[in-house]
């Protein structure tokens, strides 16, 4: 069972995917994480990258990750060319993730644009995390030593929150990591019983 975990930047997803991965049996794909490692790694992707956004786009053999947060989040015709590059070869990944860990209770796909890459199609279950937006934006400049403008830039080129959590089975208020883990807990039995 594939079970999609999203929320919108700064909303505490990975820490509530990592709330999942604690439990034995469970294992969770960070799309994001895997996403950036397959930027650096694989040439396909750094061919193409380099085709469209330059040669800045590379630094030293890394991704130039600034540099193209600053195209993408402004443009959105370019953050589409960005994720159809990308997202093929996640994809492909993912499924050979799935297949390695099919003897698992659930497999959580965490991924910060699972509606906006139709991802979502291909999961069992829906989960949003939520959080006010003020505390989202508060989140994201600390953690990143960003700007509240540039959190702003990449908020809107995510879904709205409520079209997400239309779309959801679960919805987890991270506020809170006590209140956040409460949650966790209780759609982890839901899951559980529903897969014995």
């Known amino acids: 069972m594939v079970i999609g975990l999203t929320g919108g930047i700064g909303s505490g997803k990975t820490t ?3 709330i999942f991965a604690s439990y034995k049996n469970v294992v969770v794909y960070f799309a994001d994480a895997e996403a950036k490692k397959l930027m650096n790694t694989s040439k396909e992707i750094k061919q193409k990258l380099i085709a469209f956004f330059g040669e800045n786009t590379f630094l030293e053999g890394k991704l130039n990750r600034p540099f193209i ?9 370019k953050l589409q060319v960005l ?4 997202h093929p070869l996640v994809k492909k990944h993912f499924k050979e993730f799935v297949k390695a860990n099919s003897h ?3 497999i959580i796909y965490e991924n910060a644009i699972l509606f906006e890459s139709n991802s979502y199609t291909n999961c069992d279950k829906i989960i949003t995390v939520f959080a006010p937006l003020d505390l989202r934006i ?4 600390k953690r ?20 997400k959590l239309l779309l959801s089975n679960y919805i987890i208020e991270n ?3 006590e209140i956040a883990k409460n949650q ?7 899951l559980t019983e529903k897969s014995i």
């Open 16 to 18: 509530v995917a990592n």
């Open 69 to 77: 947060a600053d195209i993408v989040f402004k443009d959105k015709e």
């Open 83 to 86: 994720n159809s590059i990308v």
């Open 104 to 106: 698992k209770h659930y």
């Open 138 to 141: 508060q989140r994201v400049v």
């Open 144 to 163: 990143d030593n960003t700007s509240k403008e540039k959190v702003l830039n990449r908020i809107k080129s995510q879904w709205k929150e409520d079209k």
């Open 175 to 177: 506020i809170s990591l």
């Open 184 to 190: 966790v807990h209780k759609i982890h039995n839901i």
